[in-house]
């Protein structure tokens, strides 16, 4: 049968870190301006994400620009983009077939639930995929950044930092790998792959063991 609890806390978990990764996708907190050298007085600081840019200044003002065009970018942030979206989708379906899969819910009737233990395990895939399709960007442009930042032909001015939103949307990938791994366990039932054959070989040895009281039946009535 498929466990509740479990279901539960994967699905919340997995909810979670799709909340967190979509505020991770819209964030201007990707990379940070890099201050190195003999830098001492810091006049304003670039925060980059993956729609737009924003340039803080020690005032306190902060103007945000989104990029002019999405195939002037560079290849890294246009296949991040589409990652990132593709993974907030996936995490989407598979949200509306993680509650009509779960035990506790009534979307397909009580007594349905072999069809809604393989919609709970389908939902745990479909996260377990969308974790893994965000992290791929969120390590590919920390990689970026560190690269060029140990790059000495890279002009001090254009380094940058790791931004808030990497160390989020690595947080928010776990939340969702680790939810999708527990709605799917919770929604597996425990030796389903063996349930048949263990129920036939249980089943001869009902019908030997009837087949041997009635022989023993019959020897002592002889």
């Known amino acids: ?3 509740t609890g479990l279901q539960l806390l994967g699905l919340v978990l997995a909810v979670l870190g799709w909340v967190i990764g979509a505020l991770v996708c819209a964030a201007p907190l990707w990379r940070v301006s890099a201050f190195v050298g003999g830098e001492i007085v810091i006049a304003q600081v670039m925060w980059e994400g993956l729609w737009m840019n924003c340039l803080s200044q020690t005032t306190g003002h902060i103007q945000c620009k989104t990029y002019d ?22 995490c989407l ?5 993680g509650v009509a899969g779960a035990k506790c819910t009534h979307c397909m009737g ?9 919609l709970g395990r389908i939902a745990g895939v479909l996260f377990l995929v ?31 930092e790791l931004g808030a939103a990497l160390y989020l949307g690595w947080g928010a990938s776990l939340l969702l790998l ?14 389903g792959g063996m349930l048949p054959v263990f129920g036939t070989a249980a089943k001869d040895n009902r019908q030997k063991a009837a087949a041997g009281e009635a022989k023993q039946q019959e020897k002592s009535f002889v």
Do not use: E
């Open 1 to 3: 049968m498929a466990s």
């Open 69 to 90: 065009s999405t195939l002037a970018l560079p290849k890294s942030a246009q296949a991040a983009r589409g990652l990132t979206v593709l993974s907030l989708l996936l």
């Open 93 to 97: 379906l598979a949200f509306m077939l």
């Open 110 to 118: 009580d007594g349905n639930q072999a069809s809604k233990a393989r």
């Open 130 to 160: 969308a974790g893994l399709a965000y992290l791929i960007p969120i390590c590919w442009t920390a990689h970026a950044i560190i690269r060029d930042f140990y790059d000495p032909n890279v002009a001090a001015p254009l380094k940058r």
């Open 178 to 191: 680790v939810g999708g791994s527990l709605l799917h366990v919770g929604s597996s039932q425990p030796g």
